[in-house]
């Protein structure tokens, strides 16, 4: 069997519909994710079940990541004609390889700088946010319009047989073997990263960049020495400050620790697919709304020791922050916080990205 | 469906597009650079495979 055999729009169309699925997985997660962190008048969000971002935020990476040897083995597979002369031809043709060109640097750009922000490690040297969700409508774009020009294609291949009529009495991998060898790929993938966000394949996900490693069983990003707040977490002087218009209460850990105590049994999910069931203890954060006069219908300001930036201050909206299940955690797993978990206290909420649940928090305010 | 397609995917891109002309033009040219490169990259490793 020649190689070139191998190829043909029977495995490339087939290759291609899986990787459709993926990469739509990969794009309706991601928006949800992106609306928890930048939300709309129109988004509704829930605060049950509360695994529910733990599961959208492991599927977009777990899609993303499957999504890598779809996409190499759909390359591979049209490769020879990547490079068929006319390179451009017609106004038809040029628009068809146009598109064709967004469309895979587009995918690759999604994956790769996806693949490396798992792993925290920023060698572009660009805010990854708002780049890969503005790259996602180009990324999603191009793929609507390449099944719309390559419509009549598809339906054909993928009424085809996926082996040629001779291939029987060949010797060697045929398409259906390159169809199960993808496969393998895509499942060896899954397994061996998956573990950072289904707890009972952490023992095999080998390549899993965070897999409930980390002080108190809980896996940390930002310490509180890369925060800059050693000091002022630690001070004798700290204090939490809760305001509501005019209205401030400066609470010490006394204060807080001597208020009735909540425990919840909650995960803590971070937008790098990563996620860890914890039980955490503290103030119910509706008890410290009611205690400045606030509406438990008003939406929540979190504010961190940090010196400000990006995530140093977020807004809590109203449904989560009157949620019972929210909390100003004081204790993590039965032991005080540990200072790269939040020290003195931090928000927990139900179904929130973990870069939202600000951690060394000074300042609450009712807005 | 064919022309529906390709004018959704059309306006869903340059939705995006309009979202990366957000970004300064020295953030442009990297995000370009980024995805030019990973995509010589992969093509160059299917070339090899080829």
């Known amino acids: 069997v020649k190689p070139s055999s191998l190829r043909g729009t029977a495995v490339t169309a087939r290759i291609g519909l899986a990787l459709g699925v993926a990469v739509a997985a990969c794009f309706l997660t991601g928006l949800i994710s992106h609306f928890i962190q930048h939300p709309q008048p129109w988004f509704f969000w829930p605060t049950r079940p509360v695994w529910l971002y733990r599961v959208t935020q492991g599927l977009h990476v777990i899609s993303g990541i499957a999504a890598i040897p779809l996409l190499v083995v759909k390359l591979w597979s049209v490769w020879p004609k990547l490079f068929q002369r006319p390179i451009l031809g017609g106004p038809v043709r040029a628009l068809e390889r146009l598109s064709i060109l967004v469309l895979v640097a587009s995918m690759l750009f999604q994956l790769s700088t996806g693949l490396l922000n798992t792993a925290q490690w920023y060698a572009f040297e660009f805010f990854f946010t708002t780049s890969h969700y503005a790259m996602a409508w180009v990324a999603a774009g191009a793929v609507v319009v390449h099944v719309g020009v390559k419509l009549p294609v598809i339906r054909r291949a993928l009424g085809e047989p996926l082996d040629e009529p001779a291939a029987g009495a060949s010797v060697g991998p045929t398409r259906r073997s390159v169809l199960v060898g993808t496969g393998l790929a895509v499942a060896l993938a899954t397994v061996v990263t998956a573990g950072q966000t289904i707890p009972w394949l952490r023992r095999v996900s080998v390549l899993a960049p965070r897999s409930g490693e980390g002080p108190q069983g809980v896996p940390v990003n930002r310490s509180a020495v890369a925060a800059g707040v050693l000091r002022s977490a630690r001070s004798p002087q700290y204090r939490l400050a809760v305001t509501h218009g005019s209205t401030t209460r400066a609470f010490t850990i006394a204060d807080l620790a001597a208020m009735p105590q909540a425990t919840r049994q909650l995960p803590i999910s971070c937008v790098e697919g990563w996620s860890a069931n914890a039980e955490w203890t503290g103030v119910v954060l509706a008890d410290l709304v009611a205690a400045v006069g606030a509406s438990p219908d008003s939406d929540v300001r979190m504010i961190s020791l940090e010196p400000p930036g990006p995530y140093s201050r977020t807004v809590l909206p109203a449904r989560h922050a009157r949620d019972s299940q929210t909390l100003i955690a004081l204790r993590l797993n039965g032991e005080v916080l540990d200072l790269d978990h939040g020290y003195p206290c931090r928000l927990i909420a139900p179904t929130r990205p973990g870069v939202l649940q600000t951690k060394w928090l000074s300042r609450i305010e009712v807005v | ?50």
């Open chain 2, 1 to 50: 469906v064919r022309v529906v397609l390709i004018i959704l995917g059309t306006a869903i891109g340059g939705y995006g597009a309009v979202l990366l002309w957000d970004n300064s033009f020295e953030v442009i040219v990297r995000i370009a650079v980024w995805a030019v490169a990973a995509r010589c990259c992969t093509t160059s490793c299917s070339r090899h495979c080829a």
